[in-house]
């Protein structure tokens, strides 16, 4: 067996190169890894109240951003002008739009950019001291973060089960964790 590292020869069935130490077999990795990282056994799952808490002021930090927004698109509109009443009144449906998308897009945008970031947290995450990890504990993606976030369209819409099941599980999952293969941990 030759070490891809250095191309020295080791004996079949090394772990470990003799000559650089690099990792010779997927054992040696993953228990490098866990070393590296702590056992995936000592990670503390954050519990349904603590979450609670970071959706709130989560909710509470999107809505002021929100209606900042609006309130800036809405001044838009307001603008006296000397524009004939047909082009107006597109104008105006078209802010109407607008205003909706911001609405729409901000809490994805703000939830999947935050979660898949290096802090690995929403503003609410780290005032409470949590963050969302994959199931090896590493930063997720952009994608992942916005599967998690269209999840939660699920764990809500079943009477809020989903979220609830939360505080059950062994991992402190909800469904949409789940779902995403994700966990929520305290830093």
Same mark, same amino acid.
């Not at 519990?47 to 970071?54: E, L, P, T």
């Not at 597109?90 to 607008?98: Q, T």
């Not at 979660?115 to 990890?133: N, R, Y």
């Given at each position: 067996? &030759? #070490?891809?590292? #250095?191309?020295?020869?080791?004996?079949?069935?090394?772990?470990?190169?003799?000559? #650089?130490?690099?990792?010779?077999?997927?054992?040696?990795?993953?228990?490098?890894?866990?070393?590296?990282?702590?056992?995936?056994?000592?990670?503390?799952?954050?519990?349904? %109240?603590?979450? &609670?808490?970071?959706? =709130?002021?989560?909710?509470?930090?999107?809505?002021?951003?929100? %209606?900042?927004?609006?309130?800036?698109?809405?001044?838009?509109?307001?603008?006296?002008?000397?524009?004939?009443?047909?082009?107006?009144?597109? &104008?105006?449906?078209?802010?109407?739009?607008?205003?909706?998308?911001?609405? =729409?897009?901000?809490?994805?945008?703000?939830?999947?950019?935050?979660?898949?970031?290096?802090?690995?947290?929403? =503003?609410?995450?780290?005032?409470?001291?949590?963050?969302?990890?994959?199931?090896?504990?590493?930063?997720?993606?952009?994608?992942?973060?916005?599967?998690?976030?269209?999840?939660?369209?699920?764990?809500?819409?079943?009477?809020?089960?989903?979220?609830?099941?939360?505080?059950?599980?062994?991992?402190?999952?909800? =469904?949409?964790?789940?779902?995403?293969?994700?966990?929520?941990?305290?830093?």
């Amino acid at each position: 067996m &030759f #070490c891809p590292k #250095c191309g020295e020869q080791n004996p079949e069935g090394a772990q470990f190169c003799h000559n #650089c130490g690099m990792a010779l077999t997927i054992q040696a990795v993953d228990m490098l890894r866990n070393k590296a990282m702590g056992s995936l056994d000592s990670v503390k799952y954050a519990g349904f %109240w603590r979450r &609670f808490a970071a959706y =709130l002021i989560d909710s509470i930090v999107l809505a002021i951003v929100q %209606w900042v927004l609006m309130i800036v698109l809405a001044l838009m509109g307001s603008v006296p002008t000397t524009m004939n009443q047909d082009f107006m009144d597109v &104008f105006s449906a078209s802010l109407a739009f607008a205003i909706i998308v911001v609405y =729409l897009f901000s809490g994805w945008l703000y939830f999947s950019i935050m979660e898949s970031s290096e802090l690995q947290a929403t =503003l609410g995450k780290m005032a409470v001291g949590i963050k969302v990890t994959d199931y090896n504990l590493n930063r997720i993606s952009f994608g992942r973060a916005t599967g998690r976030y269209f999840a939660k369209i699920i764990s809500a819409f079943i009477f809020l089960i989903g979220y609830i099941i939360a505080g059950f599980t062994e991992k402190k999952q909800a =469904l949409h964790d789940f779902i995403a293969n994700t966990y929520v941990v305290v830093k």
